[in-house]
């Protein structure tokens, strides 16, 4: 009878079926598929609709963001499949058997969970390993082994990270189970997570140690989320994804900046700050500070990225975790009412000296950008061996509101100036970074080095959420200085 060239449902197929809760019956109205674009409502006449509530919503803070249907729930399911296929569930698996042509799983989960849980099955080889007393598993598809060392590696070091510093794994089992690519995500259930083949198991990472390795990354995000998302809810109000999304961003680049060192992860950070001002270029309704994020992943996944890093970076990374952990133990498995972003940033502040409380208005309660520009950067070769380099930079600082009209900020901060040379096989290497006071647009820096630099500039990492990044460095030229040649040369 044919098939549809489009919007055919792949949820259910003949291997690597994957579904979610949202197959079953819910309780009460549900405000997910009310028409949300204005000219949509415009044409039913129906007035303009915000995405979500307010942050200091107290009745929306009694709802929890994966809905309005529970807080917390007891799960227990059984799942027959194909009797060659492996059905996956959150929780521990109780029992299996066969019956006829069909085999069945039962999935307990040992505490409550949030309301929202998937189904997956497949024909599926599985890879085990563990760490500490957690069985770590993989269910992929015969032949699709490329990732799956730096996969299972991920999930040890996001457990290691996120456990030493915030609080205990909740649950016995962690487990990634692959998807046909139907989609490019993978979300994260209660002890599972599935994986789309795309972006995980077939997506191919020439050189771990130069390109933006994807699965290692992803993977550490997925496995954050067991702690923002599962352990503490958030509130379905504004700012809700700043709770999860971005806290979970956070916890895979801490793990990032331990694994690599600072000329890799500058990619990661350029590749964000890049998404970030691509996805404000095509906003349709308005801009929200991170505080105030609505549905917008360019903000909670992008610009948080960038936000994060940057706070860790000034204050400390062990200051800004230990706001996070006092954030957990005041929320972890709690019902309503749930914490909303000014929650978190109350425990932001507790940690934040005095003279970098800027910070917090800058990079979360508005929409700040910064114009930094390397001029010119000059050196000469010491008598004594040293490379003395002199930088010229210009910097501007910009505020914007959310429909994108700018102003002039004042500028009174502490920026990264940098410089790298080149090490034998031609890379980059960064061998100076320090933070100066900014309060001009036009500066000039003299550094002395023990190495000859080959580019300089202003905040080279890209940490500062910068208009146009491409000019942030620029390549260091050699000047002759005649007084230290010998003579006869």
């Given at each position: 009878k044919g098939f549809k060239d489009f919007g055919s449902n792949t949820n259910i197929v003949f291997n690597g079926t994957f579904f979610s809760n949202s197959y079953f019956p819910g309780i009460g109205y549900n405000p997910g598929v009310e028409l949300v674009e204005d000219d949509d409502r415009r044409r039913e006449g129906l007035p303009v609709k915000e995405r979500m509530r307010e942050a200091d919503d107290l009745s929306a803070k009694q709802v929890n963001a994966f809905g309005d249907d529970a807080d917390r729930i007891r799960l227990e399911i059984v799942v027959g499949t194909e009797r060659d296929q492996i059905a996956i569930a959150p929780g521990a698996l109780r029992k299996e058997w066969v019956e006829g042509d069909r085999k069945y799983f039962q999935y307990k989960t040992d505490r409550p969970i949030a309301n929202a849980y998937s189904i997956v099955s497949g024909r599926y080889a599985v890879r085990r390993d563990k760490w500490r007393d957690v069985e770590l598993e993989i269910y992929y598809r015969p032949g699709h082994e490329y990732n799956l060392d730096r996969m299972m590696d991920a999930m040890k070091d996001g457990l290691q990270y996120?456990?030493?510093?915030?609080?205990?794994?909740?649950?016995?089992?962690?487990?990634?189970?692959?998807?046909?690519?139907?989609?490019t995500f993978a979300p994260s259930f209660a002890n599972t997570i599935p994986f789309s083949e795309g972006v995980g198991f077939i997506l191919k990472v020439?050189?771990?140690?130069?390109?933006?390795?994807?699965?290692?990354?992803?993977?550490?995000?997925?496995v954050a989320h067991q702690w923002w998302g599962h352990q503490v809810m958030a509130a379905d109000v504004k700012g809700s994804a700043m709770l999860s999304e971005s806290m979970c961003q956070y916890s895979a680049m801490m793990v990032m900046k331990k694994k690599f060192p600072p000329e890799i992860v500058e990619r990661y950070l350029k590749y964000e700050l890049d998404s970030y001002l691509s996805g404000r270029a095509s906003e349709r309704k308005k801009e929200q500070p991170l505080q105030s994020?609505?549905?917008?992943?360019?903000?909670?996944y992008n610009k948080a990225s960038l936000v994060f890093y940057t706070l860790q970076d000034y204050i400390g990374e062990e200051k800004l975790n230990s706001a996070f952990r006092k954030y957990n133990e005041m929320w972890r498995f709690k019902d309503a009412p749930y914490p909303g972003s000014l929650d978190l940033l109350t425990n932001?502040?507790?940690?934040?000296?005095?003279?970098?409380?800027y910070l917090i208005h800058d990079l979360f309660e508005t929409i700040t950008l910064f114009e930094n520009k390397a001029e010119r950067a000059v050196y000469t070769q010491t008598a004594d061996g040293q490379f003395e380099l002199t930088l010229s930079v210009t910097c501007e600082k910009i505020r914007s509101d959310s429909l994108g009209n700018e102003v002039f900020a004042t500028l009174n901060d502490w920026i990264d100036v940098g410089v790298y040379s080149r090490d034998d096989k031609g890379n980059d290497k960064l061998v100076y970074l320090q933070k100066r006071k900014i309060a001009a647009k036009d500066n000039a820096f003299v550094i002395t080095l023990g190495e000859r630099p080959a580019k300089a500039g202003i905040d080279p990492l890209h940490k500062l959420i910068d208009r146009h990044s491409g000019d942030n460095t620029v390549a260091a030229t050699e000047i002759i200085d005649i007084a230290n040649i010998p003579l006869g040369n």
């Open positions: 996120n456990t030493e510093n915030f609080s205990a794994y909740q649950f016995r089992q962690l487990r990634i189970v692959e998807f046909p690519r139907y989609e020439a050189n771990p140690a130069k390109d933006l390795d994807v699965p290692y990354y992803l993977t550490l995000h997925e994020v609505e549905a917008q992943t360019y903000i909670d932001i502040r507790e940690v934040t000296p005095d003279s970098l409380q």
